[in-house]
């Protein structure tokens, strides 16, 4: 994977073709629970992220097939495909993600996130409380109301 005007490369995360580091980045970094690479041989893998007051910002690449498993998260999570393909999988309902279709994970859902060859994406995660406080501002009222 090329260096040149990757994404948040001021941000390094993870750079490896050591898929037990990959994993222990995942876990610890990015609070991941499932990691696994069917054909290890040839696995690249990289990760630039950025932690700002209720958002982050994230970019992750993987040179062979990867499946990564995320457990519920207190925020909203949208991935968007960059090149190759990936899908995402939650409560059984299978999205494909792309250059053309992104994903959208809500707050409190596991998610299975299958990546594909050469895949390279961005990730923008939201603050759960911060994205309701904001509705509730620009609705004039309580964001969690039930109607």
Same mark, same amino acid.
């Given at each position: +994977? &090329?260096?040149?005007?990757?994404?948040?490369?001021?941000?390094p995360?993870?750079? &490896?073709?050591?898929?037990?580091? +990959?994993?222990?980045?995942?876990?610890?970094?990015y609070?991941? &629970?499932?990691?696994?690479?069917?054909?290890?041989?040839g696995?690249?893998?990289?990760?630039?992220?950025?932690?700002?007051e209720?958002?982050?910002?994230?970019?992750?690449?993987?040179? =062979?097939?990867?499946?990564?498993?995320?457990?519920?998260?207190?925020?909203?999570?949208q @991935?968007?495909?960059?090149?190759?393909? =990936? =899908?995402t &999988?939650?409560?059984?309902?299978?999205?494909?993600?792309?250059?053309?279709?992104?994903?959208?994970?809500?707050p409190?859902?596991?998610?299975?996130?299958?990546?594909?060859?050469?895949?390279? @994406?961005?990730?923008?995660?939201?603050?759960?409380? =911060?994205?309701?406080?904001?509705?509730?501002?620009?609705?004039?009222?309580?964001?969690?109301?039930?109607?």
């Amino acid at each position: +994977m &090329t260096h040149l005007e990757e994404p948040l490369q001021r941000f390094p995360a993870v750079r &490896t073709s050591d898929t037990e580091e +990959m994993k222990h980045a995942l876990f610890t970094a990015y609070g991941a &629970t499932g990691f696994d690479v069917p054909d290890p041989d040839g696995f690249e893998g990289c990760g630039n992220y950025v932690q700002l007051e209720d958002i982050a910002l994230g970019f992750c690449a993987y040179g =062979a097939p990867t499946k990564v498993n995320f457990p519920e998260g207190d925020f909203v999570r949208q @991935q968007i495909g960059l090149s190759g393909h =990936a =899908a995402t &999988t939650i409560d059984g309902a299978t999205t494909e993600i792309h250059a053309r279709q992104s994903c959208i994970t809500s707050p409190e859902r596991s998610a299975t996130l299958q990546f594909g060859r050469n895949y390279k @994406q961005l990730i923008l995660r939201v603050d759960k409380t =911060a994205l309701e406080r904001k509705l509730s501002l620009i609705l004039g009222g309580d964001a969690d109301r039930k109607n």
